[in-house]
């Protein structure tokens, strides 16, 4: 309502009740009210986003950490091969300018070796760096085109079916463990001593292996079958 009031000078006052001001404070105060809980809620989905964030970071950089181990152990076996392959080079050129003649299995070993004794010396033979390289030249002229058939002409010269029946690559079905020996090495060693087959991975060896190794037996007796058949046409001639 409004309500007039005399003024000290001629005129008079008129007094307007206005409760616009009210109202206005009021909404002002509610709109205070209901923002005064935003800011905690803020900070805690920044805080769940900010976690979120370092997780998944952290995710990364643990899978990148684990990659970079990885590759760093593939490129020390890569050097390893590289620095065994110039050795192995330097040496075989060493020893061929001091021989200048063949080298005859006769002059290295008795193959193929027939017994665990054999195979025993032999394995120890390896032990001296000059004999092992010496052995190296010699079998690297059963070059293949083809690493398996280079393999198993390796495998052959060395060893007699008996003696390889009496293995297999990992010690499977309780026998003993080719894997383990110089011998096996000595046929990676030349194998990648042909400059075609330098690069050439483990498994294209290793399968060729284990093929060789499982069908020993098998070999062996086709082989004293095929000589039983020799002998009986021979008697009947």
Aim: with cysteine; hydrophobic share 30%; glycine share 2%.
């Amino acid at each position: 309502s409004n309500s007039i009031m005399n003024s000290p000078s001629a005129g008079s006052w008129k007094v307007i009740d206005d409760n616009s001001y009210l109202i206005n404070n009021s909404k002002r105060r509610m709109d205070f009210n209901s923002l005064g809980s935003s800011p905690g809620s803020a900070n805690a989905s920044n805080k769940k986003h900010l976690e979120k964030s370092t997780d998944e970071k952290l995710t990364v950089l643990l899978r990148a950490v684990t990659n970079l181990k990885y590759e760093l152990r593939d490129y020390g076996v890569k050097i390893d091969r590289i620095e065994n392959a110039i050795i192995n080079n330097n040496y075989i050129n060493k020893i061929n300018e001091e021989n200048n003649c063949s080298v005859t299995s006769e002059h290295l070993y008795d193959f193929p070796m027939k017994t665990l004794e054999d195979l025993n010396i032999f394995e120890n033979k390896l032990l001296e760096n000059t004999y092992r390289l010496k052995m190296i030249n010699y079998l690297s002229r059963l070059e293949q085109p083809k690493i398996s058939d280079m393999t198993r002409h390796i495998m052959a010269k060395l060893f007699h079916n008996n003696l390889l029946s009496k293995y297999s690559y990992v010690g499977q079905k309780k026998k003993l463990i080719f894997s383990v020996l110089r011998s096996c090495l000595l046929i990676f060693d030349t194998i990648r001593n042909i400059p075609k087959h330098k690069s050439c991975t483990d498994m294209e060896i290793v399968g060729p292996l284990k093929t060789f190794l499982a069908n020993a037996k098998f070999r062996e007796q086709k082989k004293q079958q095929l000589n039983s058949s020799r002998s009986v046409n021979t008697n009947n001639e």
